[in-house]
């Protein structure tokens, strides 16, 4: 009779364990859905975060730590796929080293379902480029974008400048040299930091040569304009040759942006405005290049300096977008960078459409 009873209590406190780690399984599925789609500001999910915050809930129904932690693993593993290791980038982008993502975004062939379950082809993609922008001297951080890039296998990187504290030539040799061990072919324009010391770009050239590109990539004209220096003019060489080389460019790439929302916390740093101050013969030339671009076929404007990515809508063409990249530089060493270090993906699809995507650097 004893071993009887003491057997009905093992089965008891078994199937009591079950039940509780069912409860917990539906508990951590629930709150990790909630978050994956509720929040898209969160930069990463990891497992000691779901611990941690669902613990106090589960301890009230006698489920520990300890049994939080194997659920958990199972919840990530088979439930969620990769989204607990891999995180969601603040802007709807992807953490760096998201392979999934990346095959499922550039496959050709998947279909896909529609509302009224029909299945199409996705959008099928012509090429992919990297931009980058202001890492100063932070080329550990540049080489892991540029690995990044290459392992989702983009060939070529646009760099839009500030690659430099001071413009000296031994740090723009240096970081040309960690873009030539990238194994990427790259294009580089100077920011105004890479002006400093020589004040002007003789530092620049020195080291990288010409500091204005016109590049086709698949049939895709990116025309780069060095618009780096805050209180000079673009030369009339540079501007002649950009009115040239606009026919039948699709994006243009610059040092500083000309164009951003005026409710835009940076709206006060454009070309031709240096910290809200006006300068003169510069604001006007800005005016023209966007004059420009809006009577020719760019879909975008993209450009860096501000180390806080954005977008705005053209106030007179609508289908005309402006773009500011993230900073590849992190948050040290006293440099205004408002996001965790990241840069961007340009993606062209065969049908014409376009996309800018951030990948987040951890």
């Given at each position: 009779m004893f071993n009887k009873k003491k057997s009905s209590s093992k089965s008891s406190k078994k199937m009591l364990q079950s039940v509780r780690m069912i409860v917990a399984t539906v508990v951590l599925s629930a709150f990790v859905l909630a978050i994956t789609y509720g929040v898209k500001g969160l930069s990463t999910l990891t497992i000691d975060d779901v611990i941690s915050l669902t613990s106090p809930v589960l301890s009230k129904i006698g489920i520990n730590e300890e049994d939080i932690s194997k659920v958990a693993g199972?919840?990530?593993?088979?439930?969620?796929?990769?989204v607990l290791e891999l995180g969601i980038s603040e802007f709807g982008g992807v953490v760096a080293g998201?392979?999934?993502?990346?095959?499922?975004?550039?496959?050709?062939?998947?279909?896909?379902?529609?509302?009224?379950?029909?299945?199409?082809?996705?959008?099928e993609i012509l090429m992919s480029v990297a931009i980058t922008s202001d890492s100063h001297n932070f080329n550990g951080l540049l080489t892991q974008a540029l690995n990044v890039a290459k392992n989702r296998g983009i060939g070529t990187v646009f760099n839009l400048g500030d690659l430099t504290d001071?413009?000296?030539?031994?740090?723009?040799?240096?970081?040309?040299?960690?873009?030539?061990?990238?194994?990427?072919?790259?294009?580089?324009?100077?920011?105004?930091?890479?002006?400093?010391?020589?004040?002007?770009?003789?530092?620049?050239?020195?080291?990288f040569g010409e500091n204005y590109h016109s590049v086709t990539v698949s049939g895709v004209k990116i025309v780069m304009l060095d618009n780096g220096a805050n209180y000079s003019v673009v030369d009339d060489a540079q501007m002649v040759w950009f009115k040239q080389e606009l026919e039948?460019?699709?994006?243009?790439?610059?040092?500083?942006?000309?164009?951003?929302?005026p409710d835009n916390i940076l709206s006060g740093r454009v070309m031709g405005r240096v910290n809200g101050e006006d300068i003169k013969k510069v604001k006007e030339q800005a005016g023209e290049l966007l004059k420009l671009i809006r009577e020719s076929k760019v879909k975008a404007v993209i450009a860096g300096d501000h180390h806080r990515s954005s977008k705005s809508d053209d106030p007179e063409k609508e289908e005309l977008k402006h773009y500011?990249?993230?900073?590849?530089?992190?948050?040290?060493?006293?440099?205004?960078?408002l996001q965790s270090p990241r840069f961007s993906i340009l993606k062209v699809y065969t049908n014409g459409d376009y996309e800018l995507e951030e990948v987040v650097l951890e």
């Open positions: 199972v919840v990530g593993e088979k439930v969620f796929g990769k998201d392979e999934e993502t990346k095959e499922s975004s550039e496959s050709s062939s998947s279909k896909t379902k529609t509302d009224d379950g029909k299945k199409e082809d996705k959008k001071w413009g000296d030539v031994g740090s723009l040799q240096d970081t040309k040299e960690a873009l030539d061990a990238g194994g990427l072919y790259y294009y580089v324009l100077p920011g105004d930091h890479d002006l400093a010391q020589s004040v002007g770009l003789q530092n620049f050239k020195q080291v039948n460019a699709s994006f243009v790439l610059l040092s500083q942006p000309i164009y951003v929302d500011v990249v993230g900073a590849v530089v992190n948050n040290s060493e006293g440099l205004r960078t």
